[in-house]
């Protein structure tokens, strides 16, 4: 995930960034309409129903709509460097979400921020056992507080409104149809040996690849049980899991310059890891890739067409378009210094516009579950505030046509289409699951190079560029001593980190270095001019467009051939090492 400002106002946001980092609803089945004997839910239903009742104060309104969100996440951490295990462990928490609204839906205490813990409040500790009166009295005594903090954030948005009127005449919370989901509990037993063989496994491929100046072995699994209950008759109770190993290392070039690479195997289904000689096999390939690139001739700039192939194309999707439909609705706020953290996505005003060229279909499908074989992680069958997800369409030749809404209505989407998302206590932002990219007259990867080679020509260039992997900046501010910066546009496309020149007179290619890309817009997705027969899934994390935090979805994507982008040098360069590495100097 990026890194965001801080500011005196702001908590550290990565740290409540790593409670959530596996937040995963892969659903174990379609569920029954019976809910069960349940001392979660018999507590949660319970108290709903005395809040509604009793809540109230002299003159104050009392809770219109009223929800509980209870998850349940057992966790187990596995970390490796070199050739030892750094860290091992397990544990389970509970925490407790409530989206408590007085006033009416037209205008309530949402939507309206005084401050940064408005936006920022983490859901509450709770209970770990199955204790009906345990679980009451915390969520009694947190329902008080919510109570109260809603009637003052009321007061504090209507006397905003009074003297900064808003045009908008939009409602605060939409009307749905009562859900009912329920699914079996599961055992989130992970097996100790299962993960210790994948890092061992892992840690002797980079062993192998003496360029390696550091790396790093990670293991997450997560087990999420999730009940939801609200005063319009919903109960949802979802259980996911999933598991990320992580491989991460660096090396430098000769003349300083510090690459940086990140390996991800993203997964719903603990048998879904590769088995120990893949793994092995994609783990040294890739960073003997890495190593060749450290190699590789330095370009100073470039213009012109750029082939984004393999997991680089989901990143291309990912950055301009997938987290440019962010917050299509953003919330008032009361200080100017707090704008800057809900600005939306560059797509989320586009709506009935042409964003893609004509033979491109983009469709967002909760309901797969896997793609080719694959297992898919941004499967879910219910979202956050417990609306039934639903596919549809977001682009139709071209044409944005939606966007992925939660129950806040926007000018241009005002019907929930279940795609809420909470990254906080309260907060629910929009997002993707599994997005699905389609093109017409589909490529094979020779004439995509062909059509690569053509433009070159037809451009008088030497070569164009072919880039199969963007760099991930979380695992560039773990390594590097200087902070890397790309101008203005770091935010949409990070620099290109496995980089070929493709000459135009016999498509022999090359490896290149040090380029970051310069003034990238959403104009880039105009630009497309082919695509592959090569659409593949990818798991990874998708930003949510809130203060950075991220979530786990599916992108399916074939490469993309893009007709002019430009390119320039990246002056960043640091010491290299007086003494080499422990791990090569000497046998094992």
Not at 332 to 354: D, H
Request: glycine residues 6%.
């Amino acid at each position: 995930m990026r890194a965001v400002r801080q500011s005196g106002h702001m908590a550290d946001p990565r740290r409540a960034a790593a409670a959530l980092l596996l937040c995963v609803r892969v659903c174990a089945g379609a569920g029954s309409d019976a809910a069960p004997d349940d001392s979660v839910f018999g507590a949660m239903e319970d108290e709903l129903h005395r809040s509604l009742e009793g809540l109230s104060m002299v003159d104050l309104d009392p809770p219109y709509f009223l929800s509980y969100e209870v998850r349940e996440h057992a966790t187990t951490v596995a970390d490796a460097r070199y050739d030892a295990m750094v860290r091992s462990t397990s544990r389970t928490t509970r925490t407790l979400g409530i989206d408590l609204r007085v006033g009416d839906p037209s205008l309530d205490n949402t939507n309206f921020y005084a401050d940064w813990s408005d936006a920022w409040g983490r859901p509450a500790d709770l209970v770990e056992e199955d204790d009906y009166w345990a679980l009451r009295h915390e969520i009694w005594y947190r329902t008080d507080k919510a109570y109260k903090a809603a009637v003052e954030r009321l007061a504090k948005k209507k006397a905003y409104l009074q003297s900064h009127p808003s045009d908008e005449a939009l409602v605060d919370l939409s009307p749905v149809e009562p859900c009912v989901h329920i699914e079996d509990r599961q055992s989130s037993a992970v097996d100790q040996g299962v993960i210790h063989a994948l890092l061992n496994t892992a840690v002797e491929a980079c062993h192998e690849v003496p360029a390696l100046q550091d790396w790093d072995v990670g293991f997450l699994g997560d087990t999420e049980t999730r009940w939801f209950v609200s005063s319009e008759g919903s109960r949802v109770r979802t259980v996911g899991h999933g598991y990320a190993l992580t491989v991460s290392g660096t090396t430098q070039a000769h003349d300083g310059q510090r690459l940086c690479a990140q390996r991800r195997y993203m997964v719903p289904t603990l048998n879904a890891m590769p088995t120990k000689e893949d793994l092995a096999h994609d783990v040294r390939r890739f960073f003997e890739e890495l190593s060749a690139m450290a190699g590789a001739d330095l370009l100073d700039e470039y213009a012109g067409p750029v082939l984004f192939t393999e997991y680089a194309a989901a990143q291309f999707m990912a950055g301009l378009f997938a987290e440019q439909l962010t917050l299509p609705r953003t919330p008032l706020v009361a200080t100017e210094w707090m704008r800057e953290y809900f600005q939306p996505g560059k797509l989320a005003g586009r709506v009935n516009r042409r964003v893609l060229p004509r033979f491109v279909t983009i469709l967002d499908d909760p309901g797969r579950t896997t793609w080719r074989g694959m297992p898919l992680m941004g499967s879910r069958f219910v979202d956050d505030q417990g609306v039934r997800c639903r596919p549809f369409a977001l682009v139709m030749h071209g044409r944005l046509v939606t966007l992925p809404i939660t129950r806040s209505p926007s000018r241009k989407v005002s019907e929930p289409n279940g795609r809420a998302i909470k990254v906080q206590a309260e907060a629910a932002v929009p997002g993707i699951s599994n997005l699905i990219v389609r093109a017409d007259n589909r490529l094979s990867r020779e004439r995509l190079i062909k059509e690569l080679r053509r433009l070159c020509v037809e451009y008088e260039l030497e070569f164009g560029l072919l880039v199969s992997q963007l760099e991930d900046p979380s695992v560039g501010a773990r390594y590097r001593w200087t902070e890397a910066r790309n101008g203005d546009d770091a935010s949409l496309l990070p620099p290109p980190l496995m980089v070929y020149k493709v000459f135009a007179d016999d498509g022999r290619m090359e490896p290149v270095r040090g380029l970051v890309f310069e003034d990238v817009t959403i104009r880039s997705l105009r630009d497309i001019v082919a695509c592959g027969k090569d659409e593949r899934a990818y798991n990874m994390f998708v930003n949510a467009g809130f203060t950075d935090m991220s979530y786990p979805a599916s992108i399916i994507t074939p490469s993309v051939l893009v007709e002019e982008m430009e390119l320039k040098s990246s002056p960043i360069r640091e010491p290299l090492p007086k003494v080499r590495n422990p791990l090569f100097a000497s046998p094992r």
